[in-house]
């Protein structure tokens, strides 16, 4: 092994804790806490402990939560009543919707009821538009993550080729627009790319977002790249196969304790600044 | 030269036709005809000269167009006021500001002033971000009017490796997530890029859209590669040096004569759209 793990468990607790003494001027400021509220459709039991874990971080930071939760035969109608009733509430600074919201619900519509200054999850159209232009907005909270960990360990984008792997609109998409956004060359490669190993061996920086378990083989990477993996799988795996990929990085996300972290963090950041100012960029 | 052209001037003929008689539905179903209102700020010549064009591509085609002209001492409230009122006009179909809209004028705050519906030339957050997620939408004509030209040569993007050399808002950007949408592996290339040859040689489609006349070398185009040159440069110019290239591409579109004149075919088909039942793509 010879890549330096980039921790995003200690750079995640940095950011708690920065902003926990922002939560708590906004507290002392205006009386209340800053709330997240979160809204839970169905019983997947992953996302109940997703739900669960964000909203024990927000306790931790001084953030309050509000739940929602609602029944997996919920209607599109129902969830976006939900919704739209949180973001109509003024003591609700910022909404999450977990994702994935169980089919039939419409998962892009109940998105959609988010307005733009609430969605500190940065899942709308106005929030990947924006993120697309470079305007202010809360960034998708799993990719600003990852550019704050690649900042962290001193990875400059601009002029870098940055391959993602995959292009779901909550992170590869959007991880992928805030690299160009900071002057990386950036190529999206998916289940269509053909000869996957040759673009991901022209790669400066990886960033494995492809839900598969260590479908990306460590040889394939460039001997010195940085590997961004935002994989997460049963058995603590992730989209890469970490012990080559270890031998030719020169940085490396651990899995878990890299990527995972910084996505709660950024989640309760985003949060904090909308309660402070509205629409500002994690 | 060895490379078929790309024939942008027939396809448009075609798309033209195909459009009238659409439009001529429209008013005979209506009794009105389609209406593309057209927003001129300052007195660049240039400008001046693409929005007659737009409006006589209309007159040929049985769409109306109204003409809205502002001095270039206008203030940013004073175009969006202009625009507003010309959104909320029901005779109103379509919207085009024509770019660039000169400084001090917020340009892009214009932009988002025009609703997603009438928003025919794709220049609104709400038609990124459409573009980006594949929902419905008027898709930004000259990024729409590449893709119809690659179609009408049979190139079907899928599994296709497109660089895009350029990454306006207006042009690179969408045409890029245009191709990813297609399922194509996309590379952004622009100006802090590393090795632009290397990397456009690696392009089975490259798309030159950055707008600096014959940047792009034609030795650095991969033998048998198809080649859109969406630059237009005085002198007849494109983005790329043509004499080589074409002796390299499989396929390549002339300047003039390839994408220019697909930008105004896509624009008054979106505005027909518009006119028929609301968003649908070009």
């Known amino acids: 092994m010879n890549a330096q793990l980039m921790d995003g468990t ?13 939560a708590d001027a906004v507290t002392l400021n205006r009386g209340h806490r800053p709330c997240l509220a979160t809204v839970l459709v169905g019983d997947d039991p992953a996302s109940a402990t997703y739900v669960r874990m964000k909203q024990r971080r927000c306790a931790e930071n001084g953030v309050d939560s509000r739940a929602v939760t609602l029944p997996a035969s919920s209607t599109t109608a129902e969830v976006t009543a939900a919704v739209r009733s949180l973001d109509a509430d003024p003591m609700v600074d910022g909404i999450l919707v977990q994702h994935p919201v169980p089919v039939p619900v419409d998962e892009r519509a109940v998105f959609e009821t988010i307005s733009h200054a609430k969605d500190v999850d940065g899942v709308t159209s106005a929030s990947l538009a924006a993120m697309a232009l470079g305007t202010p907005t809360h960034r998708s909270c799993t990719p600003a993550g990852i550019l704050r960990l690649l900042d962290s360990y001193a990875v400059a984008l601009s002029g870098l080729h940055v391959v993602v792997v995959g292009r779901s609109e909550i992170l590869g998409l959007p991880v992928g627009l805030l690299s160009l956004c900071a002057d990386a060359t950036v190529t999206y490669c998916h289940s269509h ?12 920086v990886l960033i494995a977002a492809v839900g598969r378990p260590q479908l990306i083989r460590g040889e394939w990477i460039r001997a010195g790249a940085v590997v961004v993996d935002a994989g997460y799988h049963p058995g603590g795996l992730g989209d890469v196969e970490t012990a080559t990929a270890a031998e030719r990085a020169r940085l490396i996300t651990p899995v878990p304790g890299g990527v995972g972290p910084m996505t709660i963090a950024v989640l309760i950041s985003n949060t904090v600044d909308a309660a402070e100012r509205g629409l500002v960029s994690a």
């Open 10 to 22: 200690r750079l995640a607790q940095q950011l708690h804790a920065e902003t926990r003494r922002r």
């Open 193 to 204: 790319t053909q000869d996957l190993p040759t673009q991901i061996g022209r790669a400066d």
